[in-house]
Each structure stands twice: as C-alpha cells, then as structure tokens.
C-alpha cells in the first residue's frame, strides 16, 4: 500500500506538492543513516489509528519518527493546516515547529546527522519573516482566537495544546497579544507565556514578570525568572551591537 492509498483510506487529502515532496524525500533516505525517517506505509496506518482516538491529536498525522517513540507530525485541517509539530512521548506540545513539510524535509536533508533538538525550527519566529509569512501567521492567530471565544466549554488539555499554538505562531509584531496569558488560571499556559515574552526579549513584560515572579504559579514563577534574564541579555546584546 503507498503512502497515498494510506491517506486515502483515512479520508485524509493532502496537497499534491506535498505528496510529491514526501515521496521524494523518502527516496534520498532509503539506505542512510538519519536521525530522522520516514514512518513506513504500516506504521503511518498503525499510528493513525491510535493517534485518531485521543481527541488532542484529531487532525494530526505522524510522519516522521526518530525510533524512540516520538514523532514529527503534520496538521492536516483547522487553522494550522499544513504546519508540522512535534510529538514526544513525555510531554505533550502540539505547537507548530515548520511552516511546511517543504521547510522541514530542506533542514533535514541538509543536515540528516542532527536530531530533532538541534534542528532549525520555523517556529517561534523572528524579524525575519516575509510579509506573507506575517500575514498568514497572523490569520492562524486570529482564527484560533476565534475557536477559543466561541467554545467556553473546552476540555482543559484541548485548550491547553491550542493556546501553545497560538502562542508559538504569535510573531514578534504581534507579541503584545501574548500579556493577557501570563495571568491565566492554567499554570502550563501561563509558564509558556512568560517563556515566550523572554525569548523575544519583550521589555513591556518587566513589570508583569516580576509580579508573576511574586505571585504566580510554581511553573510561572520559574518562567517568568528565566524570562527576565533573557530579557536582560537581550538587552545587553542590543547595548553592545550600539
């Protein structure tokens, strides 16, 4: 059974460039030594199956696997259609890493001696996004905003994996929408918020952090620490470049 037979049977349609540039990057990898392979056309089957009746990973498909139990998966509907993430078996993060299968298959076949940690990832972004890449960031953003407003009733963990989504695809103009979530009720939404405000160096933040740092969370208050001395270094770095 191909890969395509595989994804049809399952009701699952994925663009033809896609298709193509999977079929072709599983030839470059017949017979090398990678970090990262190719899941064959049983195992695609198996995990879809399993993977379909854990309601977080509804419209995620395992592609890629390291052998360990972890997995580099594709969304294949809703807003972040197309964007790939990362699956481990310890800890749940369904936040995109790659803009596209493309983006991804070009790291790898680059460098087939890394594995997944020390891959160039997508996601979050910088400065140096194109201005479509802005504008399609910013149309995910608003669209799993949209879900999240019109669904009060959502299981914790399901909102929980959007809003680290949302978050993750948040780009650096945008960065001021992430300062409603470091107050959150959700320790885990909260520890990332304060993360990702650090990792883009958002001085704004200072004053919120600290009282996080005060009274937050157990996971926020360690966040929100570490998220001030990356603001600090970035703003040392930017002192020095001057």
């Given at each position: ?54 309601k977080v990973f509804k ?95 959502m299981e914790d963990d ?16 945008e960065v001021d929408s ?65």
């Amino acid at each position: 059974m191909s890969l395509q037979e595989v994804l049809e049977r399952q009701a699952i349609d994925l663009p033809d460039d896609t298709l193509e540039a999977l079929l072709i990057h599983s030839k470059k990898q017949e017979g090398r030594q990678v970090q990262l392979r190719l899941l064959s056309e049983q195992e695609l089957a198996e995990s879809i199956e399993w993977m379909t009746q854990i309601k977080v990973f509804k419209h995620i498909v395992p592609l890629w696997t390291d052998d360990h139990s972890n997995y580099v998966s594709l969304y294949v509907e809703g807003p972040l259609a197309y964007k790939l993430c990362y699956i481990n078996h310890e800890e749940t993060d369904l936040s995109p890493m790659y803009r596209s299968t493309a983006s991804l298959i070009a790291e790898l076949e680059q460098n087939p001696e890394l594995d997944w940690e020390q891959l160039r990832k997508d996601y979050p972004s910088d400065n140096d996004i194109s201005t479509e890449q802005l504008a399609e960031d910013i149309r995910c953003m608003h669209e799993m905003q949209a879900i999240l407003e019109k669904d009060s009733s959502m299981e914790d963990d399901v909102r929980c994996q959007l809003l680290y989504s949302l978050m993750a695809i948040t780009p650096v103009s945008e960065v001021d929408s992430l300062l409603p979530y470091v107050d959150d009720e959700d320790m885990y939404v909260q520890e990332r918020a304060c993360i990702l405000l650090g990792y883009h160096g958002y001085e704004p933040a200072t004053e919120i952090l600290k009282e996080v740092v005060k009274h937050g969370s157990p996971n926020g208050n360690l966040a929100a620490r570490k998220a001030l001395s990356m603001i600090r270094a970035k703003q040392m770095d930017n002192y020095i470049k001057k």
